[in-house]
């Protein structure tokens, strides 16, 4: 069975900072992993995916991310976060023969000013 | 830009009544869910469908059910709606095995 763990409930970071958000998944067979980020009452926004070839994947808003396949994870970075990028991240990992989504359970981003 | 719509933003019902939740998508995938999403306990798979008339039960369908009558409409029904179906629901759609893409959400309060 697949599994994502995200390592931390919440990162508080001041504005500017880098940050990295920690996610690890467990799987048997190839795997599709996703990033998303929600802000408040809202849905959920694709910030990265990573489907095949480079293991380094740049996303929206100034994030990326990298697949590490021996240590089964995919952590998020930004080199210099903005009060804007306040809101919760989820990880995500499908197989390739479905198309359903197992989610980690988000890590809350606080930026402080 | 993929499009997923929710039918509402905010919806209140009472106890017993019969609920509906719609959700459509423009950019023809073949695949659409419904999670729902609780603090302190993420998002859940409720119902997906992988073509028309086609549904299968994801983690939590108890207390729910699905049509996908037409290929950009999926919905979710709650029979009789209960107190402890107050919750946010998202619905998603996607190509094949490719990213889901999510509507804004409904959050559903039911007294």
């Known amino acids: 069975a697949q599994s994502v763990t995200q390592l931390d409930s919440q990162v508080p970071v001041f504005e500017e900072a880098p940050v990295e958000l920690r996610c690890n998944y467990s799987?048997?067979?190839?795997?599709?992993l996703f990033w998303y980020v929600q802000y408040p009452n809202q849905g959920l926004q694709l910030l990265l995916k990573y489907l095949s070839g480079s293991t380094l994947v740049k996303g929206i808003n100034g994030f990326e991310a990298e697949f590490n396949k021996s240590q089964t994870s995919f952590h998020l970075r930004k080199p210099s976060v903005h009060i804007s990028d306040t809101a919760e991240y989820f990880c995500a990992v499908s197989s390739s023969n479905t198309g359903k989504l197992i989610f980690g359970q988000g890590t809350t981003l606080q930026v402080k000013p | 830009d993929v499009k997923v719509t929710q039918s509402s933003r905010y919806l209140v019902k009472r106890t017993g009544e019969k609920v509906f939740l719609e959700c459509v998508q423009d950019m023809d995938h073949e695949n659409m869910f419904w999670y729902r999403q609780d603090p302190g306990l993420g998002l859940r798979l409720i119902y997906f469908?992988?073509?028309?008339?086609?549904?299968e039960k994801g983690d939590i369908p108890e207390g729910y059910s699905v049509s996908r009558e037409k290929k950009e409409r999926f919905s979710l029904i709650l029979e009789s709606a209960s107190t402890n179906q107050t919750s946010m629901y998202l619905c998603?759609?996607?190509?094949?095995?490719?990213?889901?893409?999510f509507g804004p959400g409904t959050r559903l309060l039911v007294l």
């Open positions: 469908s992988y073509d028309v008339k086609m549904k």
């Open positions: 799987s048997s067979v190839s795997v599709y």
């Open positions: 998603a759609s996607s190509l094949a095995v490719r990213a889901q893409y």
